[in-house]
């Protein structure tokens, strides 16, 4: 069965700096999509970036990038220069393509942007 | 384009007593997901829907009922509400393509008391 670990409840960080959340995943498929979401504390559901188990490439959508290791199963969500407006939960989701397709999220991570 | 709509936002329930969750979306998605999410938690999803006609449990399905009759609608059911089951629920949809994601609505936060 598919299953997401984010292994810290929450992170603190300076303003402009780069943060990294962690997320592993596991899975007996080799097909399989990646999601990472934020959550801010108006608690609507953002979508961030995605990343396919067979991309090359990590994924990077401004200054949000994915940081794929699919041997570790790993995939986690780098943050550039961080701002205020980054607070937030973040989460992980997972998506399998056999069977149901169901997606299936983390436990999230709470960051606090610090000025 | 409204998206994905929940209906109610708020809602307080008695134990015992039942409700109906509305979930509407207007994008034509075939895939449509029902979460909870308890307090400083992550997502648990209820149920899930492939296409009209088609359900199947997640994770915690005890207590809900769903149907998706239409390709628009996914109603949850919530009989004989218990405080265990305060939460806010997530609808989501998605075209079952890989590379896409799901689009959430804005949530329904259900108190059981």
């Known amino acids: 069965a598919q299953k997401i670990t984010q292994t810290q409840p929450g992170m603190f960080v300076q303003e402009k700096e780069a943060v990294t959340l962690d997320c592993t995943y596991d899975t007996s498929d080799q097909s399989y999509g990646l999601f990472w979401y934020k959550q801010p504390s108006s608690g609507e559901m953002i979508f961030l970036i995605y990343?396919?188990?067979?991309?090359?490439q990590n994924a990077t959508e401004g200054r949000y990038s994915l940081n794929f290791q699919k041997a570790r199963k790993s995939a986690n969500l780098v943050i550039s220069a961080s701002q205020l407006g980054d607070s937030a939960m973040y989460f992980c989701a997972m998506r399998e393509t056999q069977g149901a397709q169901k997606l299936v999220f983390g436990q999230g991570t709470r960051l606090t942007i610090n000025p | 384009n409204a998206g994905v709509t929940q209906t109610p936002k708020f809602r307080i329930l008695k134990i015992g007593q039942s409700m109906t969750l509305q979930c509407t979306q207007d994008?034509?998605?075939?895939?449509m997901y029902w979460y909870r999410q308890d307090p400083g938690m992550g997502l648990k999803l209820i149920y899930y829907s492939v296409g009209a006609g088609i359900t199947d449990k997640g994770e915690v399905p005890n207590g809900y009922n769903v149907s998706r009759s239409t390709t628009e609608d996914f109603p949850l059911r919530l009989e004989l509400a218990a405080p265990s089951q305060t939460s806010v629920y997530f609808c989501?949809?998605?075209?079952?393509?890989?590379?896409?994601?799901?689009?959430f609505g804005q949530g329904t936060r259900l108190t059981v008391v």
């Open positions: 994008m034509n998605h075939n895939y």
């Open positions: 989501a949809s998605g075209v079952g393509v890989m590379n896409t994601e799901a689009f």
């Open positions: 990343q396919g188990s067979y991309d090359e």
